[in-house]
């Protein structure tokens, strides 16, 4: 069975309440994963972004829409019980609970709708009500950064190989890796001999060192461009080598990058884009949310 989305959580939520008792969220979150036969795996899923399971977000959410239609209260941090209302919705014995049946309480039609547009009326009028607000903007996020990374790849790839090689520098040192920008620049593109087009610290205080092989190519790189990068390696004495190219590679290349006993790691053009955008290289930030909740433990009195 897969993970109910957050509707279909919200009368078996409900109903585990009408007993009138409180209720630990903790609590109510296992006897749901019993209830939904959830597998060990539904129940660690994590959102896109990472920083919640799937589960509890829908969790979660069923929780606030049912308190936001004052079905549910909390009488204290952490816990949950049901209403008065709460219990006249179970006593008609629904079908379900979803967010159409919740409009017809005026509180939640005040929520749903406020005086003036913002982001909270575009988060509850989500275009797949299957998908709570965080789903919603992750996956939003995540649209928007996939389209940029193409974007990204197009412009990459009419760049000259020239400014293609300071791209990596750029990356790289942005990341963390060789030294200063102006130490970087004086090592990448230095040696342009058996497969290695540039060699940079792995730190700061240059304890070991990476050598770098980057392909500004159209087709798929194959195993021998990255045998004859792992030769270069060995032939330096090196160990660690990193191939960095604006398309991808074939089956054979990654199988072979895996097996020899020496560190490469493979970085393709989606990777690459990716990369850019994470460490904000050839990007800029036109807008960003931050994501706020209650936090409780401000409104314990002494």
Not at 21 to 39: C, G, P, T
Not at 127 to 148: F, N
Not at 215 to 220: A, M, S
Request: charged share 25%; net charge neutral.
């Amino acid at each position: 069975m897969s993970i109910p989305d957050f509707q279909s959580i919200m009368l078996p939520l409900l109903k585990l309440a009408e007993d009138g008792q409180e209720h630990a969220n903790k609590e109510a979150k296992e006897k749901l994963a019993l209830h939904f036969s959830l597998s060990e795996a539904e129940r660690e899923e994590l959102l896109p972004s990472g920083r919640q399971t799937t589960f509890d977000n829908r969790v979660a959410w069923a929780r606030s829409y049912l308190k936001m239609a004052l079905l549910l209260e909390v009488p204290r941090r952490g816990f949950f019980r049901i209403t008065q209302r709460g219990k006249s919705v179970i006593q008609k014995n629904p079908e379900k609970i979803n967010i159409k049946f919740l409009e017809q309480f005026p509180e939640f039609s005040a929520f749903k709708t406020p005086d003036k547009p913002n982001i909270k009326e575009a988060l509850i009028e989500q275009p797949s009500e299957t998908q709570t607000p965080e789903e919603t903007l992750d996956a939003a996020h995540i649209k928007l950064k996939q389209t940029l990374a193409e974007e990204l790849i197009q412009t990459i790839k009419a760049c000259s190989p020239a400014f293609f090689e300071k791209l990596v520098v750029d990356l790289l040192v942005r990341m963390g890796y060789g030294g200063t920008r102006k130490d970087a620049g004086k090592a990448v593109g230095k040696s342009g001999d058996g497969g290695i087009d540039g060699i940079i610290k792995e730190d700061r205080l240059g304890l070991d060192a990476i050598y770098i092989q980057a392909k500004k190519w159209e087709g798929t790189v194959g195993r021998p461009e990255i045998q004859k990068f792992a030769g270069a390696l060995m032939g330096h004495g090196a160990h660690k080598g990193v191939f960095i190219t604006t398309s991808n590679f074939s089956k054979e290349a990654i199988d072979f990058a895996s097996s020899v006993n020496l560190k490469i790691v493979l970085i393709d053009g989606q990777t690459l884009a990716t990369l850019m955008i994470d460490h904000n290289v050839g990007v800029s930030p036109i807008v960003s949310y931050e994501i706020k909740k209650l936090d409780l433990d401000y409104f314990i009195e002494a």
